[in-house]
């Protein structure tokens, strides 16, 4: 089978093509959230063979080669890199109309000048052919997103991370910029009284603050929000199934803390209450920095209990939840804007069913004071494929303002994946070049072309404001 991906790949009239080509394609590329190891980018790693850049860590492949029946050895287990590839490359022509048949093929074009279609009789070549291009110093960790013309980052890290590799990054001019992202959810994790009590001591030994209360709680976690910000951080990060909110002081919090550290079981109604004071609290501290402050919203995790005891998190058992956003959200945003202290904030949704939801929420909160100040986040996750980016375009042009928008990131752990921005450049360009065939949108090429490159680009430059 011959390529499908053409330069005009996805691009369906001659004003989207014009938009790409013109308006989106040479954009440098802003990632304000991912998950790559800022020590791979500190190091500038030579990867050994693609198995290693591309299939360890990527629960996308690991899900859709388990459903195909592969087993387990060739995904997570001991089977050699080469051996999970060729697995990998069996499952490929059969994930059609996944987003994955599209990602695969746009990763090996764009890194690797590969056009041909991966299946298993090319599996071996290509994989020689990847592995010893990945030996070159244009494939390296910072090689690679130099190829994606990325300008600059975000990892996502935890309070009590050193931030050894993000200084070492900075330091060195010939690194890509890569800056910390402040992810605290461990801070509020009270369900495991065990396991919070275990990462409070980590929390005081990187505060270098002994945490009796919940007050010393809240100053650690300060602390390191400062140390944070003085190492290049703009965001903080949180990924939650829902927000929790109470209308009243239902409970005392300060007693709450002492039961946890007491190592007492709390009942599910004590870690609401918990997680919400202590979100409020951390949202403060981000609007005192002049941060960033992203919710991701809606995932369910750890499905699968028998595998997840046998794999760990993190592996592929995760999905769309279900949750009742509305109330809770409102609740949220509102208990931080009655005082001003709402940051600049980013709402991700991952359940497309509430995509109306979440985007008419975000504009009760913007008051004028910062352009595009509450955003309705890009597809994120499940969502981010085709569908949910096309679905996400339109309920924000419908409920919001699309030119705002901060555009499009990889949350990923792959440093494969930034042909991302090139399929959600494709996508934008198409949905507004069809508006544009179709009579909605005037054929104004300059007015047009000016929102396409602000949203791929310039939205999220003026927006964070990077150094």
Known sequence: MSTFLTE??????????????????KLPIIDYHNHLSPQQIAEDTHFENITQVWLAGDHYKWRAMRAFGIDEKYITGKASDKEKFLKWAEVVPFTIRNPLFHWTHLELKAYFGIEELLSPKNAEE?????SKMLQQDTHTANGLLKLMNVESLCTTDDPTDSLEHHIAIQKDASKVNAFPTFRPDKSFAVEDVKSYNSYLSKLEKASNIIIHNYSNLLEALENRVTFFNDNGCKLSDHGLGQLYHFETEKYNIASIFDKVKASKDLKEDE???FKAKTMIALGKIYHKKGWTMQLHLGAIRNNNKRLLEKLGPDTGFDSIG???????????LNTLDSTNQLTKTIVYNLNSADNDVFATMVGNFN????????????????LD????????????????LLSNFVGMLTDSRSFLSFTRHEYFRRILCNVIGTDVENGELPNDEAFLGKIVSDICYYNAKNYFNFK
């Open 8 to 25: 005009d790949f996805l691009l369906k009239n001659d004003f989207a093509k014009k938009l790409y080509h013109d308006y989106a394609k």
């Open 126 to 130: 290509i994989y020689e052919k990847t």
């Open 271 to 273: 870690v609401a209450f």
């Open 322 to 332: 279900d949750y009742s956003q509305a109330e809770a959200l409102s609740g949220f």
């Open 367 to 382: 008051d004028g004071t910062i352009k595009g100040k509450i955003q309705f986040g890009a597809a994120w996750w499940f």
């Open 385 to 400: 494929q085709k569908d949910g980016m096309e679905k996400q375009i339109d309920t924000l042009s419908n409920q919001g």
